[in-house]
């Protein structure tokens, strides 16, 4: 069964702090991996997919990285609106479905 | 403006009660999705539909039903047969296979 984990579960950050949330992810052959955004209240966004280990992609302050075991979202400099439930999912290649992880919810203050 | 819409936002039903949620698209997307989100845990598929008149289970489909009737609806009952349905529902479409997944915003459902 896939399994993907988050970490940590809340981030508190202060303007310009820069840090990086994990997902680790078991899966028996990974055919995509994708970050989502999601804001209080509201569904989720997409952001990122990344298909093999040492891929990177970017978007404003973030930045999403792929190794055979985990992903990480770097967020540099954050703002204020970045604060969000970020959400990691993996595709398998034997089955089309997403599994997600529970979120890092991520807060950043002024 | 457009995408997928979810109607209504909040919903409550007492017990015994079935309900509907809508879900309606104009992305053109041949595939729709429904999960449900419970605090703490990740999205869980409930159904899914790849193309008209036709849906398959998901990992949690017990005590719900869907039908696809049009490309551009995917309504999801939520049955007196579930046993725990107050939960935030989120309706997704996208292309076949692809874990590109476009959200509508969401329908939070208390039962009372």
């Known amino acids: 069964e896939d399994q993907v984990t988050q970490s940590p579960e809340a981030l508190r950050l202060q303007e310009g702090e820069s840090s990086s949330l994990n997902c680790s992810y078991t899966v028996s052959g990974l055919r995509g991996l994708f970050w989502y955004r999601q804001d209080p209240g509201k569904g989720p966004e997409f952001l990122f997919t990344l298909y093999s280990a040492g891929e990177e992609k970017e978007k404003e302050r973030l930045k999403a990285t792929l190794t055979k075991k985990e992903s990480f979202l770097h967020i540099t400099a954050p703002k204020p609106e970045d604060s969000a439930t970020y959400l990691c999912a993996v595709q398998a290649t034997d089955d089309y479905k997403l599994s997600f992880g529970a979120g890092t919810t991520v807060t950043v203050r002024a | 403006d457009g995408g997928i819409t979810q109607s209504p936002k909040y919903l409550f039903r007492k017990e015994g009660q079935n309900v509907t949620l809508s879900c309606e698209q104009n992305l053109n997307h041949d595939a729709m999705y429904w999960y449900r989100q419970d605090p703490g845990q990740g999205l869980r598929l409930i159904y899914y539909s790849q193309i008209v008149n036709d849906f398959q289970k998901g990992d949690i489909a017990e005590g719900y039903s869907v039908s696809r009737e049009k490309k551009e609806s995917f309504p999801l009952t939520v049955t007196s047969a579930q046993k725990n349905p107050t939960a935030f529902y989120l309706c997704?479409?996208?292309?076949?296979?692809?874990?590109?997944?476009?959200f509508g915003e969401g329908s939070r459902l208390t039962v009372l």
């Open positions: 997704a479409g996208g292309g076949v296979n692809t874990g590109e997944l476009f």
